[in-house]
């Protein structure tokens, strides 16, 4: 029983983490309909700025995050002036193609300045929790309760602030919310910078139990394209339920099954439910 | 006060609007006239900044906007409520017409006695304001749409067919609507096919064919013109 709830630990812990990335990923892909590859490239970076300042500048671990954040949602809104801006109107395709060659051009600057080599990310808090007779890294209860903390904000902020509002305006009705005056292009900046800002604080989260290399944002960003299109595109409840549920089979497979199968299981999940509903858990686009 | 000259709109070969010249005066209910695909959703997308003129110039009270971005446009006060009403489906009624004045966002106050003032003109959407917008019928969402219009305050209001879909009793009730707001002395461009009760509350009135201005005159003129009543009011 102690290694159910364990896995249940792991699960939403996992879980927290691939919602956070795809939250980001549906806000784009919602608003914008650009399916942007970069953004695991994007996740990856932020793991690398913030092993930069804890590292070598010797920043503590969260003003390393919200460092990481700020460098990331700069970057973010980087590539939507240069790269991704100039596409407007262009085919998807061409935005898909783009947002690849991002993800190969980030990952090969990254490893030009910091090499091929796996790195660490020390975190502060790596004492053990005791709590109703189980066992509970403290890392991973920060990792759940942050993101749970970062999901309510961002709700708020979507729901009740001006500014959100436009956000979910253009979701539901681009040439709606240009004829209320809504400058698209100001709320793409802001969309790329706060989904870039959470694929950073997922990675920084995540990396002092995993590790820091140029591929990791790789797997992530494929299991991210799984959740969003699990939970409904441009779905924000359809990202962090989709989080969740890959988080839990994985955590659940790893141990019932076998670690080896870890990551196929997300995938096969994926083949099965997209068989039995073609449009996702949470169709309708966002909220 | 509005004053077209020359506007020239092509999409890709096609020539959209050619040379559309007109002007509305402060106050004024001006109709457009024409059938589907005649240029009149173009024309208020161009005046609206939403599509890039090839030639021509839009003055509005004596300074050019046709370069303008569309929210500046709604800013110095010429709002467009679209054909197909293009609302935030998902968001509550009072959400989408708070949103409508989202170039007046700092003065909150103001916004919020002009929402009763919509409240008062649609009664029914007081009622409704907590449904998301999507929930409503055709006409209840027209009366959003141009609640939402009315939001950004106007100084010239766009309304492009606002009585298509709509049953014959609901059309009664938004052209009263308009002529309300138009007798407050908001100047309105109205474009219609339903030519005939559009005239009844028009000053003056436009015919618009192929992106051409074909025929200008007041109402009595153009409701007693022999080539209006066959092609438009089928009398």
């Given amino acids: ?287 | 006060m509005l004053r077209l000259d020359g506007l020239t709109l092509h999409y890709g070969q096609f020539r959209a609007l050619d040379r559309v010249s007109l002007h509305a005066g402060p106050g004024e209910l001006v109709v457009m006239l024409g059938a589907n695909g005649a240029g009149k959703s173009s024309l208020f997308l161009a005046i609206s900044g939403l599509r890039k003129l090839s030639a021509g110039s839009i003055r509005f009270n004596e300074r050019e906007v046709a370069r303008d971005k569309p929210s500046d446009i709604v800013a110095s006060g010429i709002v467009h409520c679209p054909e197909g009403r293009k609302l935030f489906p998902g968001m509550s009624v009072a959400k989408n017409l708070m949103l409508g004045a989202y170039v007046h966002r700092r003065d909150r106050r103001g916004s919020d006695a002009l929402i009763d003032r919509v409240f008062g003109l649609f009664p029914m959407l007081h009622d409704k304001r907590n449904d998301p917008a999507g929930s409503l019928s055709g006409g209840q969402q027209q009366m959003v749409a141009i609640g939402r219009a009315l939001m950004g305050r106007p100084q010239v209001l766009l309304l492009d067919e606002p009585s298509l879909g709509l049953a014959p009793l609901v059309v009664r009730q938004v052209l009263a609507a308009i002529k309300a707001i138009n007798a407050e002395g908001t100047t309105v461009l109205l474009a219609e096919q339903n030519a005939y009760a559009a005239l009844q509350i028009a000053d003056r009135a436009y015919v618009i064919e192929s992106g051409r201005i074909v025929m200008e005159g007041d109402r009595q003129t153009l409701l007693n013109d022999e080539s209006i009543r066959r092609a438009y009011i089928g009398a």
């Fill in chain 1, 1 to 287: 029983m102690v290694m159910f709830f364990q896995q249940i630990l792991n699960g939403l812990t996992l879980g927290s983490v691939y919602s956070l990335v795809a939250l980001g990923l549906t806000l784009i892909y919602g608003i914008l309909h650009i399916p942007n590859f970069s953004h695991g490239a994007l996740y990856m970076v932020g793991a690398y700025f913030a092993y930069f300042f804890a590292g070598s500048l010797g920043v503590p671990y969260w003003g390393a995050m919200a460092g990481a954040a700020v460098v990331v949602a700069l970057l973010a809104v980087a590539s939507e002036r240069l790269v991704f801006r100039p596409l407007r109107g262009a085919p998807v395709l061409h935005d898909m193609i783009a947002a690849i060659g991002l993800l190969l051009f980030l990952e090969a600057v990254v490893q030009a300045i910091w090499g091929a080599d796996f790195h660490r990310l020390q975190s502060p808090h790596t004492q053990i929790v005791h709590l109703f007779g189980l066992v509970a890294p403290a890392q991973r209860l920060l990792i759940v309760a942050a993101a749970f903390a970062l999901m309510l904000g961002l709700h708020l902020f979507l729901q009740r602030t001006v500014m959100g509002s436009t956000i979910i305006a253009m979701a539901q009705d681009r040439e709606g919310a240009a004829l209320v005056g809504i400058d698209a292009s100001r709320v793409s900046m802001v969309t790329f910078a706060i989904s870039g800002a959470l694929a950073a604080v997922a990675a920084v989260l995540f990396a002092p139990i995993s590790l820091v290399y140029p591929a990791m944002g790789d797997l992530v960003i494929l299991k991210a394209f799984v959740i969003i299109i699990l939970g409904g595109m441009g779905s924000l409840p359809g990202a962090i339920l989709g989080g969740m549920v890959i988080g839990f089979a994985e955590s659940f497979g790893a141990f019932y099954i076998s670690t080896n199968y870890k990551d196929i299981i997300a995938f096969a999940l994926f083949v099965l439910i997209m068989s039995v509903r073609p449009s996702g858990l949470f169709p309708g686009g966002v909220r």
